[in-house]
């Protein structure tokens, strides 16, 4: 079975940050964030392969669309390795165990770090242990409302 790449499309926002645009599973939409952003998930062994989920009449789990990625269990890419599905949003917030990422102008496909707030929320997800990421977050760089 061949693996389909997508390849990320370079652009500059308004202020002149270099940025990209990911494809996204249903072929018609892209997630933008800061081009740093993404190569700091493609460090983490986050592949570029990324899904557009939008909820259905039937689905009531979630009222907005989100855009979601397949991440290995412990942060270790193994051959038939277990997979969990993540939000990009909580990789790129860094988002701790009992915090909601948010997005500032509604949409969820603008997943760049200036449009992510945390706020205090449920969440199962702790990323910290799924990942073995570092112990600080990076709320202070997407911003946090109480």
Known sequence: MKTLKRH???????????????????GRNFAELYADDYQ????????????????????RRSHRSYVQCHVPLNGRARSGGRMTAVTVARLIAN?????????????TLNLRRDNLRLRDG????????????????????????A
């Open 8 to 26: 990320p499309i370079p652009f500059r926002d308004p202020d002149g940050t270099p940025c990209v645009r990911i494809p996204l599973s249903d």
């Open 95 to 107: 988002a701790p165990k009992g915090r909601k990422v948010y997005y500032r102008d509604g949409n």
């Open 40 to 59: 700091a998930l493609l460090e983490r062994g986050i592949t570029g392969n990324w899904q557009h989920n939008v909820p259905n009449r039937i689905s």
């Open 122 to 145: 449920y969440t199962r997800l702790d990323l910290k242990a799924l990942l073995a990421l570092p112990k600080e977050t990076t709320e202070a760089s997407v911003g946090y409302e």
